[in-house]
């Protein structure tokens, strides 16, 4: 049976940096708005402290995730075991938004060593930390990362993909507002 936890600790924090793959959920606070459900892989998570987590927005095919934060802060992240004993984590929390052309953003950046840039990385304030039994989670084989979004990132200047990030992700599939760039 399903358990809450007043904090993220020691044995909650193994299990989260133990998994290769966790899952993002997003949604608008308009009834006709689109629920955004991503998954997210690399070594792009990270516990702050006991109530905080943060991960990078790497990139993707849209910006639902940052405009749903910024609009109303809504946020879950999910944790499946693939392997070993079966369990399932959901953070529900607050999230904030840090992206390309927030003055924060070089700091939070380098959190994640290895990484030199992405579009965001999404601070989370937890408030319900919960478990379940993932009985239903099949078993499944990690046989590396996809290196096609690495790639994709990389094969473009940090002026080129920056600039990509403000026109390409201005604006959800909702019309609500993505990366913003700054004002002079």
């Not at 953003?105 to 919960?130: D, Q, T």
Request: charged share 25%; with cysteine; proline share 5%.
């Amino acid at each position: 049976m399903g358990k809450t936890y007043d904090k993220l600790d020691a044995k909650l924090i193994r299990f989260i940096e133990a998994q290769k793959l966790f899952f993002v959920a997003t949604a608008p606070l308009g009834a006709d708005g689109h629920i955004n459900l991503s998954p997210k892989g690399y070594d792009a998570f990270k516990v702050i402290d006991e109530g905080t987590v943060a991960y990078l927005d790497l990139g993707g095919s849209g910006i639902e995730t940052q405009a749903h934060v910024q609009e109303n802060g809504r946020i879950t992240i999910m944790f499946c075991a693939f392997e070993g004993p079966a369990n399932i984590l959901r953070l529900y929390g607050q999230g904030e938004a840090i992206d390309v052309g927030n003055p924060r953003y070089p700091e939070m950046l380098a959190m994640f060593p290895g990484f030199e840039r992405a579009r965001a990385v999404i601070v989370i304030k937890v408030h319900r930390i919960a478990d379940s039994c993932g009985w239903g989670v099949p078993f499944y084989e990690f046989k590396g990362e996809r290196d096609q979004l690495t790639r994709y990132i990389d094969n473009k200047s940090v002026d080129e993909w920056t600039e990509n990030c403000f026109q390409k992700n201005a604006e959800s599939i909702d019309g609500l507002p993505g990366i913003v760039r700054p004002k002079d």
